[in-house]
C-alpha cells in the first residue's frame, strides 16, 4: 500500500510539473511580434501560373498567357512582360501602359486563371495534415477545407499564415471568427511556400503531454499536430 502511494505521489508530481511547464510555456514561450504583413493577401505570380489577360475598350482582346520558366509572358503587339514575382495588377499596369501606343484609351486586367507555380502546407490540428499544390487561386478558409477543416482540439483563434521571404519568414494571424461572421479580410489568397499552421488549444497540449507521460510507447493521435506545436511558436 505505502509503495503504490509513492509510485501514486510520483506520477502525481510528475504531472503536475508537466502541467506547469505547459502552462508557463504557452504564456513564456511566444517569440517576437512580427511586422505586420500588408501585402499577404495579394497574390504574386510565379511560373507555370496561366493568366487571362482582357484589353478593353472595343475591340475587346482576350489573351490566355502562361508564366515561363524565365519569368515572362508574352502579349500581342507589345512582346515579352514580366510577370514571375509581381501582382496581377502590376502586371496590368505595365501591359496597359505599352499598349496604349497602339490602342488609345486602354484598360487592361489580368486575372489568375490557374495558380500552378507552387504548393502550400497545412500542418497542426487538422483532419489530414498535408502539402499540396496550389491549381487555382486558394484562400486560408479553401486550403483547411482541402485537409478536413480543423480537428476539435484546434485553437481556431491561433491561426496563422507564415510566408518566407528574402527578408526572412512574415507571420500573420487569421481571425477566423471574423472569417465565420462574413468578414474575409484574413482570408489571405495564398502563393507557394506558405504554411498555414493551426495549433493545438492549450488543454490539447497539456493532454499531449501528460499522455506522453503516462503511456510514452502508445501512439497519440495527431503526433504530427503536437510535433508541429513545439517547432512553430504562436
Partial sequence: MGLHSHTLSNRTTIATAALLLVWLGAGCASTPKPEPAANLGIYHVGAPDVLAVTILPDPIVTETAVVRPDGLITIQLIGDVQA???????????????IGRYKRGARVTVAVSKAES????????????SRFPIVKLTRVT?????VGGPTPFASVSGIRVLRPTPNGTVVQPVDFSAIRDGDMTTDFALQGGDIVYVPPTLLAKIGYVVQQIFFPFQPIIGVSQAAGGTLIAH
Avoid: F, K, Q, Y
Avoid at 514571375?84 to 505599352?98: K, L, M, Q, Y
Fill in 142 to 146: 479553401e486550403a483547411l477545407g482541402a
Fill in 118 to 129: 507552387s504548393t502550400v502546407t497545412v500542418l497542426g490540428e487538422v483532419r489530414t495534415p
Fill in 84 to 98: 514571375a514575382g509581381r501582382t496581377p495588377n502590376e502586371i496590368a499596369s505595365e501591359v496597359e501602359e505599352r
